[in-house]
């Protein structure tokens, strides 16, 4: 499959701790993103790393890219029960823009 | 901020039935995409546009067609929908190879 395999399928904490999805890929890519939904309605973007970067920050999230062994990490710290949502990776292989996705992990935040 | 909006939020059509569905930005991003979203499957391509009246199959366009007469709006036109056509439809828009933003979703059930 060319999709980005996501694990853990769903994952539930408590609030305050860390959250980590991982997304694994066998393309090559030009760059891979980051996108969280909430129940039932649209996808949000979160981050964008490109393939020559390492990792990227943006508040609470922090993103890793490792392209020697084709995968990424989303790390989001301190989690809130707002930040309850499924969260995709995608990939970006080519220039007309079009993504990949994957199926997705469903974080599940406690209050 | 780049605003991305779907004609129904809900859409419910008999099997049989020619069913439209539409998209429209306001931010004149030149690519255009048509998703659907089902359980444990993902997002997955169905058309996508990059520029007025130009259009490309993605990954599951049977039974689908779609039109773009004018940059901002972008249809996906189901010819005679069936019950598998039963979906959450995304539509996203994009410019310049970087992230998608998109609409809220229309959620269709074809009965």
């Known amino acids: 499959s060319q999709q980005g395999e996501e694990d853990p399928q769903a994952l539930s904490i408590q609030e305050g701790e860390n959250a980590t999805m991982n997304c694994s890929y066998k393309?090559?890519?030009?760059?891979l993103q980051w996108y969280r939904q909430n129940s039932g309605r649209g996808l949000v973007h979160l981050i964008l790393?490109?393939?020559?970067?390492r990792e990227k920050h943006s508040g609470r999230l922090r993103v890793t890219l490792d392209t020697s062994k084709k995968s990424s990490s989303l790390l989001i710290t301190a989690s809130r029960a707002a930040d309850t949502a499924s969260y995709f990776c995608a990939l970006g292989s080519s220039n007309t823009g079009k993504l990949i996705f994957g199926q997705g992990t469903t974080l599940q935040v406690k209050p | 901020d780049v605003k991305v909006t779907q004609s129904s939020r809900y859409l419910v059509k008999r099997t049989g039935e020619k069913v439209f569905l539409e998209c429209v930005q306001d931010m004149d991003h030149e690519n255009m995409f048509w998703y659907r979203q089902d359980p444990g499957l993902g997002l997955r391509l169905i058309y996508f546009?990059?520029?007025?009246?130009?259009?490309e199959k993605g990954d599951i366009p049977e039974g689908y067609s779609v039109s773009r007469e004018k940059k901002e709006r972008f249809s996906l036109i189901l010819e005679s929908a069936s019950t598998n056509q039963t979906s959450m439809y995304l539509c996203?828009?994009?410019?310049?190879?970087?992230?998608?933003?998109f609409g809220p979703g229309t959620r269709l059930t074809v009965t």
């Open positions: 393309t090559s890519i030009n760059n």
């Open positions: 546009s990059y520029d007025v009246k130009m259009k």
């Open positions: 790393i490109r393939s020559n970067e």
């Open positions: 996203a828009t994009q410019s310049g190879g970087r992230e998608q933003y």
